[in-house]
């Protein structure tokens, strides 16, 4: 991809991709958390992201568990490289992953936090403002843009502005949790209160002497690392979980704000989708062809080619192969209470979804008959990628070659399989299958237990 700079490349930008896939499940789900979701267009929000940027000085911060996902996002805007993904060793918050980022760049860079899975109507105007920011950062304030309110909505935590520093640049008095509505409709009335966008931008030395004032512990978890890049992971699992919110933001008195105008959300939960796809009580139904009567303001995600909706509004119905939701819209936001319950009961189920791409290929789920004792799969690899030498516990499996040519490993015996050969694999063999050409089968699974966790991994190109 050519990257035409007017204006994007001034600054180091940080894109956080963490996630948990809570807040559109079950579209998403931990291994395909939002950011990875195509809502707008055929590309997904990370790489909308990244190319709003206009830039290749960035770097994304991203889990273990997407990370073959995030490089296939970044290959398919052809901005994929090593360096532009920082990988956590675990899960600590924003905090910490902000200044895992730190470590190498310069301290006299300006950097900006950003998420990777807000929507942005005008990327001129928000061109805009993050100039502003930038200017406010070289003074050594600390900056985050903050999106003026146009209804009082209870979902989005405020920031209250102080003085003017210069047109729609502000000192913030402070930061503000969640309203409740009346709470909300005051905030807009009054004039003073600006929505948390989750945006940050500061000059790198100016970032650190806070934190260093605020909070030494966080200081002290920032130089081992910079000092000692080689413990990262035993020097990351002593840190706190900590937001850079609660650790600098709210705390500091070099706080800014730029008003952003800019035409922005967060897609929180289905109704702010529904809002951003159609304002009208249009239904949007997705791949599906609808017939309906009497029914609006309704948002559809199905893989079944036709839906009927008879006298029913403002429901999100949101159908996948392995769970179906149905919600009031204006109720949306407590998709995540279901989400929580799912993931005690069935945490296979927020793990991903049953078509799953990994980096070897993909596989989809074609039937799931758990209860009487068999699974089958379509399966795709890759020419030159392999499945990790595993075996399984509880399970047999029959696989069925129908497209392509590959290399097969079962126990110490390696072959040659092709269109039309029968493999059976018993439980506790070790096996594998690496893709000559692109290769298919069809698996079926067979066993008293049959979910994904029963994979015991010997080897595995991929560091799973």
Known sequence: MKIINYGGDYMKHLILAGGSGTRLF????????????????NKSL????????????????????????????????????????LLEPEAKNTAPA????????????????????????????????????????????????????????TGYGYIKINDKISRKNYTVDKFVEKPDKNTAEKYMDSGNYLWNAGMFIFKKKT?????????????????????????KERIYKEVKNISVDYAVMEKTGKMAVVEGDFGWSDIGNWKALKKLLDKSDKNIIKSAEAFNIESKNNIVFTDKPYISLINVKDLAIIDTKDLLLISDLNHSQKVKQVYNDIDKKHPQVTEALPDEKRPWGEFASLMNSAENGFKTKWIRVKPGEKLSLQYHHKREEHWIIVKGKAKMTLEKETFNVKKGDYIHIPKEELHTIEGIRETEFIEVQMGDYLEEDDIVRVEDKYNR
């Open 46 to 85: 990370i790489q909308e992201t990244i190319l709003r940027l206009n830039s290749d000085n960035f770097t994304v911060i991203s889990g273990k568990n997407t990370y073959y996902k995030l490089m296939d996002d970044l290959k398919g805007i052809e901005l994929y490289s090593e360096d532009r993904i």
């Open 207 to 231: 970032f650190i002497e806070e934190v260093k004032k605020l909070d030494p512990e966080l200081y002290k978890f920032y130089s081992k690392l910079k000092n000692n890049p080689e413990e």
């Open 26 to 41: 079950p579209l998403s789900r931990k291994k395909k958390p939002k950011q990875f979701l195509n809502l707008f267009s």
């Open 98 to 153: 902000i200044l895992y980022a730190l470590t190498d760049i310069e301290d006299n860079e300006i950097v900006s936090v950003l998420p990777s899975d807000h929507y942005i109507k005008n990327t001129k105007k928000y061109h805009k403002r993050l100039d502003d920011a930038k200017n406010l950062a070289e003074k050594n304030y600390i900056v985050t843009i903050g999106i003026k309110p146009y209804y009082p909505e």
